[in-house]
C-alpha cells in the first residue's frame, strides 16, 4: 500500500517515524508533500521517503492520503489535488475539521478524522478517529496501523472528538503544566531545580505505569498510599481545599467547548 502525506512538520515527521519504525510500510512506499522544500529534504535525510513539492502529484501515486496540514492550509491543499482524492481514503489530523467538510472539499474519498497529540514524536501518543459511513474495515484496519505506530488508538463518535480534543489533544499541556508546579514545590521545599524536575517527571511516569500495570482504579491506588493522618494525605488535603480536582476537570470542559466553537458548532 501507498501512502502520501500532505503536510511534511512536526506531526507528519512523527507519524512517518512511526510507521517506519512498526514496519507498517517501506520508506519507498510513503511521499510527503509541502510547499517548502527545505522541509522536505530533512524529512528525505532523515527517512528515505520520497519527496515532492506538488500535492496532485504525491496523491497520484497513493491510495490513502494523510493530511498534516494546519487548519488555515485544508482547503489549499486539498484543491491542489483536485480530483485525485477520489476512491481514496483520506485520513485528517486537522483539528477542528469536520468530516463532512472534508468530504465536500475532497469529494469521493472516504474519509477517517482522527486527533493524535503531540507524545506521537515520542510514539506515546493517545489517538482517537472517527469514520464517515463509505469507510471500509480494511480502510479501518489502515488507520489503527498508521496510528498505532505511534501509540495507542480509540474508535470514537465524531460528536465525541471535541471532548477528545480537550483531554487528550490538550492534555499534555495539562500534564507539563502540572509537573512544572510539583517540581516548584520540591524547589520551595530546598530541592536543587534539577532533582525537583527529575523526581516530578518520574513521579508521573510512574503514577501512569502503575495505572496501566494493575488496570486499578486511580482512586484505589491513591488510597493505597494514603495512610491516616500521614504525610499524603496532608497534601491531598490541600490540592482539595485548592479546587485541582474541579480546575481539571474544567480544564478538559473548556477545551472541549472550544474545539466545538472552532469546528463552527
Ligand atoms: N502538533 C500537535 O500536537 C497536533 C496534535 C493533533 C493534531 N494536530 C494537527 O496536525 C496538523 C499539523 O500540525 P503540525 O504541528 O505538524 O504543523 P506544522 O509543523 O506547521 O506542519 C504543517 C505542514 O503543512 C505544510 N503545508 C502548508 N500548506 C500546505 C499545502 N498547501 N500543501 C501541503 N502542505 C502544506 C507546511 O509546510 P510550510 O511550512 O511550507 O507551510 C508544514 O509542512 C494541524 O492541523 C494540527 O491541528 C497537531
Known sequence: MKYAFF????????????????KVCAASDIIASCPEPELLENLRDATSV????????????????????????????????????????LISIVAGQKIGSLKSLAPGARVIRAMPNTAAMVGRAATAYSCDDTVTSDDEAVAESVFSSIGEVYAVEEKQLNAVTGLSGSGPAYVYLMIEALSDGGVACGLPRKLALDLAVQTVIGAAEMICATSEHPAVLREMVTSPAGTTMAGLRELEACGVRSAFTEAVCAASNRAGELSGE
Open 50 to 89: 520520497n519527496v515532492v513539492t506538488s500535492n496532485a502529484e504525491a496523491a497520484s501515486s497513493a491510495s490513502v492520503v494523510v493530511l498534516c496540514v494546519k487548519p488555515n492550509d485544508v482547503g489549499t491543499a486539498l484543491g491542489e489535488a483536485g480530483s485525485g482524492l477520489e476512491g481514496k481514503l
Open 7 to 22: 503536510g511534511a512538520g512536526k506531526m507528519a515527521f512523527a507519524i512517518i517515524q512511526g510507521m517506519l519504525r512498526a
